[in-house]
């Protein structure tokens, strides 16, 4: 995932703020930085959206309205 | 189940843009001439394998599947796991939406609209792709059964059931392309 991504990215059961965790990033002088391994965490939801091998994972964990 | 179908068949799935090539090519001239200019908050939503927005310079893409948003990463898509009915995009942050062969497999098409509508800047456009209930391909597979295991998940939409779901979310219509059984689109966030 591109690192600007995280701007519009939101949670998909609250819409609320997502916190990054980056655990591997690739820097390239020639592309913008990629986050290979980490997490978006929702606080307000309490769940951490895992990224794996460059893609994040939210499809929703909670809620009977998703 | 749709999106477990798409796990299981992701290969079979890809496969078919490279044996039905002149079928796939045609679909994308038809989204390439209503497309307006593709920016860097351009998004497809269900980007599967990446075989259109590849091609069409889109660079994000929501795909629920695994599989297939692992092949469409691989052609260079920026993907995001994610499902239409519960966009993890925020409000207003998207200019063009693409949505090709896609409504027929969501769960709730009226909630992803709304969706989409929502990630749309005010004015922003979406086009859809979609294949006609009414239309020769989807006959002749209601008919012969068809070796395409996705269809037999679908349900398919005529042009007026897409207009007016179109119009209930909240889009205008500004051009509708109807050939072949396959509908090309184009609406506007009013």
Not at chain 2, 51 to 72: N, W
Request: proline share 5%; with cysteine.
């Amino acid at each position: 995932m591109k690192k600007s991504t995280v701007d519009i990215l939101c949670c998909p059961v609250c819409k609320g703020d997502l916190e990054l965790r980056i655990v591997k990033e690739l820097t390239r002088e020639s592309a913008e930085d990629e986050i290979l391994e980490g997490g978006l965490w929702c606080r307000k939801c309490g769940v951490e959206y895992p990224i794996r091998e460059g893609i994040p994972d939210l499809l929703p964990r909670t809620g009977d309205n998703c | 189940m749709t999106e477990e179908i798409f796990e299981r068949y992701a290969e079979e799935y890809d496969a078919w843009y490279d044996v039905h090539r002149s079928v796939y090519h045609t679909e994308l001239a038809r989204i390439r001439s209503v497309l307006p200019p593709v920016d860097a908050r351009s998004v497809e939503v269900g980007v599967g394998s990446g075989r259109f927005a590849g091609p069409l310079g889109i660079r994000l893409g929501i795909e629920p599947s695994h599989a297939l948003g692992r092949m469409a990463y691989r052609r260079g898509i920026d993907v995001i796991r994610g499902r239409a009915e519960c966009l993890p995009l925020r409000d207003d942050s998207c200019s063009l939406v693409l949505l090709v062969t896609v409504l027929c497999f969501l769960d709730d098409p009226r909630r992803a609209l709304a969706e989409l509508r929502k990630i749309l800047v005010p004015g922003g456009t979406l086009v859809i792709g979609f294949l006609e209930r009414d239309g020769p391909v989807v006959q002749t597979h209601l008919r012969t059964g068809g070796k395409r295991h996705f269809l037999s998940h679908a349900r398919f939409f005529s042009s007026d059931d897409v207009r007016g779901l179109l119009r209930q979310a909240g889009f205008s219509v500004l051009t509708a392309d109807s050939r072949q059984g396959f509908g090309v689109f184009l609406a506007r966030k009013d």
